[in-house]
């Protein structure tokens, strides 16, 4: 094996974690415990699988399409690249960012390959409008882009595959679950954020509906593999009937490669 190094790239999950906009939070019981019974069992209750770092499926989003159990290994696992391309406050990733990072990496993006998306918002995962109301996101041209070149997957470091103005945080399907965000685009741009971002999710339908696969909330040491190539894999549970999991994103990496100016950091309370 050399000098490979497994690269944590997910954040933790559990009572406590932040939470996209419309979840609950998890509820977890310690039916035996140490003073006790000396062992420790814990269950979970209300356990919702689109948090932390997690892989939607196809019948998340798809009627009548693939659910988590029926989905072959192969689709968690392959070579990867992490591109590089720092986004903030509601910033779309083009066709040109994509190309433009690609250029950085060795042998570009390939036929198969994972693409991991690092912005920089990682950093910022909490419960906070950075994170959440003001999310960046993939466009449509872009999702279109990774279908066109038969990648397996594509995994972000954001709240979702979608930018948040395409979700039911803002107007779509049941919400606006947090007004606010429409508030505050009307007060920046002049108008309804549905005249710029008309469509529901239409990401996670481009991919998840071409069997492009997508993870989201990367996170842990993601920026000490930007602008890199390695394996990756991001295992789900097998989930019978599942439209989603949780995962946990590994990348196996040569040592030597890995970007040193990167220091560690301590999780603490949903926040790096």
Not at 63 to 80: I, M, Q
Not at 209 to 225: A, P, R, T, Y
Not at 236 to 249: H, K, N, Q, S
Request: hydrophobic share 35%; glycine share 10%; proline share 7%.
């Amino acid at each position: 094996m050399g000098n490979i190094k497994l690269v944590d790239l997910s954040h933790p999950f559990g009572r406590g974690n932040p939470l996209w906009p419309s979840n609950g939070d998890f509820h977890i019981d310690r039916v035996q415990h140490m003073p006790m019974h000396y062992r420790l069992l814990q269950t979970f209750n209300d356990f919702h699988m689109h948090n932390s770092t997690h892989a939607d499926s196809p019948s998340h989003v798809i009627p009548e399409s693939p659910y988590t159990h029926e989905l072959p290994l192969e689709n968690y696992y392959g070579e990867a690249v992490c591109l590089d391309i720092p986004k903030t406050h509601w910033e779309l990733i083009t066709v040109e960012d994509i190309e433009n990072a690609a250029k950085k990496v060795e042998g570009g993006i390939k036929e198969g390959d994972w693409v991991l998306i690092c912005t920089g918002m990682n950093k910022r995962w909490g419960e906070n409008d950075d994170y959440f109301a003001y999310s960046p996101g993939l466009s449509i041209e872009g999702a279109h882009w990774f279908v066109d070149h038969k990648v397996k997957g594509v995994g972000f470091d954001l709240q979702a595959l979608d930018h948040i103005l395409y979700t039911y945080a803002a107007e779509h399907g049941p919400g606006p679950y947090v007004p606010r965000i429409v508030e505050q685009y009307i007060k920046e741009f002049g108008h309804s954020p549905l005249e710029d971002f008309p469509e529901w999710e239409p990401v996670h339908e481009i991919l998840l509906g071409n069997n492009v696969m997508g993870i989201e909330n990367l996170g842990g040491d993601i920026e000490k593999v930007k602008g890199q190539r390695f394996m990756f894999c991001a295992f789900p549970l097998r989930w019978y009937m599942g439209d989603g999991t949780i995962v946990r994103a590994v990348a196996f990496i040569d040592e030597d490669k890995i970007n040193k100016d990167v220091p560690d950091r301590v999780y603490k309370y949903g926040v790096y």
